[in-house]
T-cell receptor, first 118, second 116 residues
Framework: AQKITQTQPGMFVQEKEAVTLDCTYD???????LFWYKQPSSGEMIFLIY??????QNATEGRYSLNFQKARKSANLVISASQLGDSAMYFC???????????????FGQGTILTVHP | SAVISQKPSRDICQRGTSLTIQCQVD?????MFWYRQQPGQSLTLIAT?????????ESGFVIDKFPISRPNLTFSTLTVSNMSPEDSSIYLC????FGQGSSGYTFGSGTRLTVV
C-alpha cells in the first residue's frame, strides 16, 4: 500500500507567487517524521523541511513552510515568493519510528515537478 | 549534518559487468541507507547497511545483485553486479542522522549509472 501520496505530477507557478505542493501519508505509528526534499536536474537531494508527528506548530524554514494537518494525514509544502531557481522535482517522504538507535528509513512519494514561470 | 562523499558521480558500463559505488561520511553513523532512483521515478530503498552485520535488503532486492560492505562506521560500498540496461539509475547513499543533532537526512551527490 502506498504510504506517501503526491497527487500532483506537475505544478506551474508564476515567479513571486506562492505555491502549495500536496502530500498525504498513511501510518498507524504515533511517532513519525515528515520531510520535503528538492531535487534539481543535477540529481542531488536537498533537504528542505522537517515536521515531527508530535510537533505542535507547523515547521517553517525561510520561504518554505509545512502545512501539517494531522487528522487529515496531510503535510503540504508551501513555497512563498517563488523564484526561477525553485524549478525542480519535489519529494515528500516519511520516516516511521523504529525505535532503538536508528531514525529509520525514508519512504518517498512519487514527486511533483514544479515549474516557475518568469 | 554529515558531509558525504559519493563516488563515482557517473559511469557508463557494459552489460554483464559490475560497478562498486563508494560512500564516505565525515562522522560515524550507525546505519547507511542505499537508494535507487530509476529514470523518472521516485527513490526506492535497496538496503540498510549496519556495521558488523549483513545488510538488510528490501523486497525485490537481493544480496547477490547488490552486495554491500560496511567495514566501519564512516564508509560503505554498494556493488551493482552483472548489470543490465534495467539497472540504469541514480544510486544514492544516505547516513542515518541518529545522534547527529539534525532532523534531516542528507544524501550523497548520487551515482548516475548508464548500462549499455
Amino acid at each position: 500500500a502506498q504510504k506517501i501520496t503526491q497527487t500532483q505530477p506537475g505544478m506551474f507557478v508564476q515567479e513571486k507567487e506562492a505555491v502549495t505542493l500536496d502530500c498525504t501519508y498513511d501510518t498507524s505509528d504515533p511517532s513519525y517524521g515528515l520531510f520535503w526534499y528538492k531535487q534539481p536536474s543535477s540529481g542531488e537531494m536537498i533537504f528542505l523541511i522537517y515536521q515531527g508527528s508530535y510537533d505542535q506548530q507547523n515547521a517553517t524554514e525561510g520561504r518554505y513552510s509545512l502545512n501539517f494537518q494531522k487528522a487529515r494525514k496531510s503535510a503540504n509544502l508551501v513555497i512563498s515568493a517563488s523564484q526561477l531557481g525553485d524549478s525542480a522535482m519535489y519529494f515528500c517522504a516519511m520516516r516511521e519510528d523504529p525505535g532503538g538507535t536508528s531514525y529509520g528509513k525514508l519512504t518517498f512519494g512519487q514527486g511533483t515537478i514544479l515549474t516557475v514561470h518568469p | 549534518s554529515a558531509v558525504i562523499s559519493q563516488k563515482p558521480s557517473r559511469d557508463i558500463c557494459q552489460r554483464g559487468t559490475s560497478l562498486t559505488i563508494q560512500c564516505q561520511v565525515d562522522s560515524q553513523v550507525t546505519m547507511m541507507f542505499w537508494y535507487r532512483q530509476q529514470p523518472g521515478q521516485s527513490l526506492t530503498l535497496i538496503a540498510t547497511a549496519n556495521q558488523g552485520s549483513e545488510a538488510t535488503y528490501e523486497s525485490g532486492f537481493v544480496i547477490d545483485k547488490f552486495p554491500i560492505s560496511r567495514p566501519n562506521l564512516t564508509f560503505s560500498t554498494l556493488t551493482v553486479s552483472n548489470m543490465s540496461p534495467e539497472d540504469s539509475s541514480i544510486y544514492l547513499c544516505s547516513p542515518d542522522p541518529f545522534g547527529q543533532g539534525s532532523s534531516g537526512y542528507t544524501f550523497g551527490s548520487g551515482t548516475r549509472l548508464t548500462v549499455v
